[in-house]
């Protein structure tokens, strides 16, 4: 159980590892002389089933939603320090909680 915790840290570390080098090189293939309103976004709009920027660029979006189904709550999720330690090592937080 503890070889299994200490491979998925390891996955979740080169994963962050990769998208820092990627939006860096991203950064740094701006040309130095373009405006960066000309290189960045202005709109997204949707195209078919895609998101597109004002370029015609897909654009792909990432990151975690969390919601209350519970009215009592106010459909406000109360989080904690044990929700943070669950998404850290990797656990499924529809199956935990």
Do not use: W
């Amino acid at each position: 159980m503890k070889k299994q915790h200490i491979k998925i840290k390891k996955i979740i570390f080169f994963s962050y590892l990769l998208a820092t080098v990627l939006g860096m090189s991203f950064l740094v293939s701006c040309v130095k002389d373009e405006p960066l309103e000309r290189v960045l976004p202005t709109t997204i709009t949707v195209q078919g089933d895609k998101f597109t920027d004002d370029q015609g660029r897909e654009i792909i979006l990432n990151g975690i939603n969390i919601v209350s189904k519970d009215k009592a709550e106010g459909y406000i999720f109360q989080s904690g320090p044990e929700l943070y330690e669950n998404l850290q090592n990797g656990a499924s937080i529809a199956s935990d909680l």
